[in-house]
């Protein structure tokens, strides 16, 4: 891991200058022309101090970012992919400092579901001079995430994903591990939302949505937006092959709510309990095993820097 700080005079003649800002950086992922076409678009853009981190492995990364705020970053760049986004989301959850993209990762969903480019030119236009949006995480067993969080056969499917094969096929490495998985077993669950019973009986995976599109690009919450205050709480019942071939069809057409082995609701708190302990993840990112999840909504939790809206949607 190497930490430095770069004070840079030679700026842009007409950029205005955007502050202190840090870069915290996965040095394994690739984008564009890498870290160094990073620095010099950073420099060139008028940056007037510039604090860089790099890490090897994402969990390293909420050490940086704490790193960056005592030293007094106006904007946190993140140059990863969803794993790095939401550990420095989670450090960063609550501050007003703003979190800039740069989607160097193999799954980058939260910024595809933000419009982020996977551009290194575009997102660093994006990162320094796009609109800030005040954006809603969520918060599972004391940790926040960015996209999605999950028990029972989604964690289990990314718990097995073996990262060598990850980095080698991207997201038909999901697939090959979904099936590995397909005969996941039916857990007794029960989950209360916003204090109600919602669900009880056999199921065999939980899911919590903060965004739309989630692993492998499926639409699975179809009204899932990341401001609104809410997530989105899906449970399946599928419990082999042609059970899952069917719901995945229907997630992936876009018609969730349509499976037989899905129910969907919306809600801010919600609370889980298994018969047996289920592993779970974040943003894609592999947990320990519990057999209760308590999850809730963080309104406003983030500040994130993306692009502006089209004429159309300002219309």
């Known amino acids: 891991m190497s930490t430095s ?9 007409a950029a205005p200058s955007v502050g202190t800002v840090a870069v915290v950086a996965h040095r394994k992922k690739t984008l ?4 160094d076409e990073l620095r010099a678009s950073l420099v060139a853009a008028g940056v007037g101090r510039l604090l860089w ?7 390293k990364a909420p050490k940086q970012v704490r790193k960056a705020l005592k030293k007094g970053a106006d904007l946190l760049l993140v140059w990863g992919g969803d794993g790095m986004v939401q ?3 989670d450090t960063l959850a609550g501050t007003d400092v703003p979190m800039g993209i740069l989607p160097a990762g193999t799954a980058n969903l939260f910024a595809t579901n933000l419009g982020i480019p996977a551009d290194l030119p575009e997102a660093v236009r994006i990162a320094l001079h796009g609109r800030r949006r005040t954006l809603d995480l969520g918060r599972l ?6 996209v999605l969080a999950g028990a ?3 964690g289990d499917l990314i718990r097995e994903a073996d990262r060598k094969l990850k980095g080698r096929l991207g997201r038909v490495a999901y697939v090959w591990t979904g099936l590995r998985h397909v005969r996941g077993e039916l857990v007794r669950t029960r989950i209360r939302v916003d204090g109600a019973d919602w669900f009880d009986g056999e199921a065999s995976c939980v899911l919590f949505g903060n965004v739309g599109t989630i692993t492998g690009g499926i639409p699975a919450f179809d009204d899932a937006r990341p401001d609104d205050g809410a997530l989105e709480v899906g449970v399946s019942t599928a419990s082999g092959a042609i059970d899952w071939a069917r719901t995945l069809g229907r997630m992936a057409a876009g018609r969730s709510e349509d499976s037989p082995f899905v129910r969907i609701t919306r809600g801010r708190k919600v609370t889980v309990r298994f018969a047996t302990p289920k592993t779970y993840e974040l943003d894609g990112g592999a947990r320990t095993t ?3 999840l308590k999850v809730k909504v963080v309104p406003g939790a983030l500040t994130v820097c993306c692009p502006d809206p089209s004429p159309a949607v300002r219309a």
């Open 5 to 13: 700080t770069v004070d840079s005079t030679a700026t842009a003649p």
């Open 32 to 35: 564009g022309g890498g870290l």
């Open 53 to 59: 981190y790099e890490v090897p492995k994402s969990r």
């Open 87 to 89: 550990r420095c989301a």
């Open 141 to 146: 067993n004391g940790e926040h995430f960015a």
């Open 152 to 154: 029972g056969f989604d």
């Open 290 to 292: 519990a057999k209760r």
